[in-house]
């Protein structure tokens, strides 16, 4: 009979070292078939620990997110993958050009003409530009052929007194 137990323990101590050396996979062969798995997602990096895959990084969209997790997920002996991964918001809209219109472009025109003249002022209206103050008779005409270059609707000089 201590044959029998003593063979019966014998077995049962050669089962537990064969299932006890058997090799478990490592961390790092996980490690490395897992970043080759997700290398089509650049800025996503991988640890492993016992088995389980952390992800962490930044992309683009929620589906480079999802295809990162999938592709961890299928690697063999992966346990499971907690997905740290970040999803960029995308950049702001460009901000608009401001729009200028003809008349904003001509007022930019006569204020530009119109500061070498003082005494004299320009507004313009549709086009049409009013003219008042006070100027002499030669400063006007230089005025004047500078206004009609900038070709508006029409000059209004009734404003203006010429000395």
């Given amino acids: 009979m201590k044959l029998r137990h003593l063979l019966t323990s014998t077995m049962v101590m050669g089962l ?4 006890a050396c058997k090799s478990k996979p490592k961390d790092s062969d996980i490690m490395n ?7 089509a997602n650049p800025g996503v990096t991988a640890e ?15 589906e480079e997110k999802a295809s990162a997790e999938n592709a961890a997920k ?8 907690v997905n740290n991964i970040m999803v960029a918001p995308p950049p702001p809209p460009a901000p608009a050009a ?3 219109t003809a008349g904003d472009s001509l007022k930019l025109a006569v204020a ?4 070498d003249f003082p005494g004299v002022k320009v507004e313009e209206n549709d086009g049409v530009l009013t003219v ?26 009734k404003g203006l007194k010429i000395k």
């Fill in 16 to 19: 537990f070292f064969m299932v």
């Fill in 33 to 39: 078939t897992v970043s080759t798995a997700v290398h």
């Fill in 48 to 62: 492993v620990k016992d088995g389980v895959v952390t992800l962490s990084g930044t992309v683009n969209s929620a």
């Fill in 74 to 81: 299928a690697v063999k002996d992966v346990k499971s993958v």
């Fill in 98 to 100: 401001p729009v200028v």
């Fill in 112 to 115: 530009a003409i119109v500061k």
């Fill in 132 to 157: 008042t103050g006070e100027a002499k008779a030669d400063r006007w005409k230089t005025l004047k052929m500078a206004l009609d270059a900038l070709h508006p609707k029409k000059v209004d000089a």
